[in-house]
């Protein structure tokens, strides 16, 4: 009777609190998540999560996989995301590969932008040749 609905409890584990990397930690190593991560700290490894922003202060050195992503900070790898958002004072060193890129003037970006068109080519399917182009790499 004053039991909560499994909906309700659904909702609430789907809205979750965003994961923060505070600037001044440095974090080895790679991070994977369910919900959204905010990067104003340094991480050196391979991120996958439905949303990343990296903060001003923010430093990312390895692949990026997620839905939605907005740079303000810098970026030395590859991203692989559906909607990618760079902000004025971002700094991206790698390739994008995107179904939306946005680009505010003053943003900084070293690389190829290759749009997802083809619908027979999915997002996960992306997420798939990012960890294979870098197991190549560890192997050479």
Same mark, same amino acid.
Do not use: W
């Given at each position: 009777?004053?039991s909560?609905?499994?909906?309700?409890?659904?909702l609430?584990?789907?809205?979750?609190?965003?994961?923060?990397?505070?600037? =001044? !930690?440095?974090?080895?190593?790679?991070?994977?998540?369910? #919900?959204?991560?905010?990067?104003?700290?340094? @991480?050196? =490894?391979?991120?996958?999560?439905?949303?990343i922003?990296?903060g001003?202060t923010?430093?990312?050195k390895g692949? @990026?996989?997620?839905s939605?992503?907005?740079?303000?900070g810098?970026?030395?790898?590859?991203?692989?995301?559906?909607?990618?958002m760079?902000?004025?004072?971002?700094k @991206?060193? #790698?390739?994008?590969?995107h179904?939306? !890129?946005?680009?505010?003037?003053?943003?900084?970006?070293e690389?190829?932008c290759?749009?997802?068109?083809?619908?027979?080519?999915?997002?996960?399917?992306?997420?798939?040749?990012?960890?294979?182009?870098?197991?190549?790499?560890?192997?050479?």
């Amino acid at each position: 009777m004053f039991s909560k609905s499994k909906d309700e409890i659904d909702l609430k584990q789907k809205k979750s609190i965003p994961s923060i990397i505070s600037s =001044g !930690l440095v974090i080895k190593g790679d991070l994977v998540c369910d #919900g959204e991560i905010q990067i104003d700290g340094k @991480v050196e =490894g391979d991120i996958t999560c439905t949303t990343i922003i990296i903060g001003i202060t923010g430093m990312v050195k390895g692949v @990026v996989a997620a839905s939605n992503a907005k740079i303000y900070g810098e970026l030395c790898g590859k991203v692989s995301s559906k909607t990618v958002m760079l902000g004025s004072s971002a700094k @991206v060193i #790698g390739d994008v590969t995107h179904e939306s !890129l946005a680009i505010e003037p003053g943003a900084y970006i070293e690389g190829h932008c290759m749009r997802i068109d083809n619908k027979k080519e999915s997002f996960k399917d992306i997420k798939i040749e990012i960890k294979q182009d870098k197991k190549e790499d560890k192997e050479k």
